[in-house]
């Protein structure tokens, strides 16, 4: 039996990696967040084989960890659903304000800068566009996450139980299915209509239950299988995994020849979807080998780096604006801009005490002291 309360490193890594990867694979799309399709093909080949590689490490994956670390922190100090829930919305609900607000106007810079400007004041004084911002995460491309994951955290009880059975955690396989079907319908009938991003977005909580259900059954196996029998399935995760690639390769190439995103092509959305599970599978694997300590020391700037990476890909984006590079060369000066200055710039906010806590790091701001207790 594992102790709730070892470190584990292996997870810290896979949190380190997500984070990073989002700065490459936001970094791999074009300003629009196209597949480049003024460029031709042989220009995009490049960018979508990048992509393929950083899109293995997902949101999705994020959503795992979160799960998989809510059940070992409520095994090593148990709460009562009610308590979890106000504690996740001060966690996560109190950041991604403060998140909203600050990218309604930052990306005002790239609005004015690619000319769309007028539409996006309009957005940020029309009442209906705020409700969106709110609970969808509609404001940035990336905020999506928070909203997503607090809504999958609502369904905890269903973790607790999967978690006792951990057959469980193959109802993602199903749950995935049926998201694609329902999104083929409801992306066919109400294809502009207001309601369309809210039953979407309902869709995917309610079927991304299957990763919160997948992370706590690799709770279980993690806590009851010895080293020798987790690392025994190390070749067939990488086998799969393997599989999964080649599907992925196959979407990246019908990228390249259409220049759009292959949202039909039924293998490259399993393989999106399941890849994230089996590199979280194949390090839990390997969970119990030697990992370098520093990745824990790294690992809790990587919701930081997330929250924060959009400011300095923007300013990539508008300092390449007109000019003749290629794709692949454009998303490398990126990267090399905006990972760095992002890990900077969190690292910065970390070590100041009244901004910390909004990349998940110290304390919440209180609207009022507590006043000092009496001495008996």
């Known amino acids: 039996m594992v102790n709730p309360g070892t470190r584990l490193i292996w997870l810290d890594a896979l949190r380190l990696c997500a984070g990073l990867s989002m700065v490459g694979l936001h970094a791999s799309a074009d300003p629009a967040g196209q597949p480049w399709a003024a460029y031709v093909e042989v220009e995009r080949i490049a960018p979508m084989l990048l992509r393929a590689v950083l899109y293995v490490a997902r949101t999705e994956l994020f959503l795992i960890i979160s799960v998989f670390l809510l059940i070992l922190a409520l095994e090593k100090r148990p709460r009562s659903y009610g308590q979890v829930i106000c504690q996740q919305s001060r966690r996560l609900l109190v950041p991604f304000t403060f998140w909203t607000l600050f990218y309604a106007f930052y990306s005002l810079n790239k609005a004015h800068a690619f000319g769309y400007a007028e539409s996006a004041w309009a957005a940020l004084a029309s009442p209906r566009e705020w409700p969106g911002f709110l609970l969808l995460g509609s404001i940035k491309y990336h905020m999506h996450f928070i909203p997503t994951l607090f809504g999958m955290l609502l369904l905890l009880p269903l973790y ?22 329902l999104d083929g319908v409801l992306y066919a009938e109400l294809w502009g209509a207001d309601i369309l991003p809210y039953l979407a977005r309902t869709v995917k909580i309610l079927t991304y239950a299957g990763y919160g259900m997948a992370a706590a059954a690799f709770y279980t196996v993690w806590t009851r299988m010895g080293r020798r029998d987790l690392a025994q399935w190390a070749g067939p995760v990488l086998l799969a995994g393997g599989l999964m690639f080649a599907m992925k390769l196959a979407a990246a190439w019908k990228t390249v020849e259409a220049g759009q995103w292959p949202f039909s092509f039924a293998p490259g959305y399993w393989a999106d979807y399941l890849m994230p599970v089996l590199l979280f599978a194949l390090c839990m694997c390997l969970g119990r080998r030697q990992w370098p300590p520093l990745l824990s020391q790294l690992a809790p700037f990587s919701f930081g780096i997330y929250l924060c990476h959009p400011i300095f890909l923007d300013l990539g984006e508008i300092w390449l604006r007109g000019t003749d590079w290629a794709p692949i060369w454009q998303i490398l000066a990126k990267i090399a801009f905006a990972l760095p200055a992002t890990v900077l710039l969190v690292w910065l906010i970390s070590r100041t005490h009244v901004l910390a806590w909004t990349i998940g790091l110290g304390d919440l701001p209180r609207l009022r002291r507590r006043r000092p207790s009496q001495s008996v």
């Open 160 to 181: 607790r139980t999967a978690a006792r059975f951990p057959v469980l955690g193959l109802g993602l396989l199903p749950l995935l299915l049926i998201r694609r079907e």
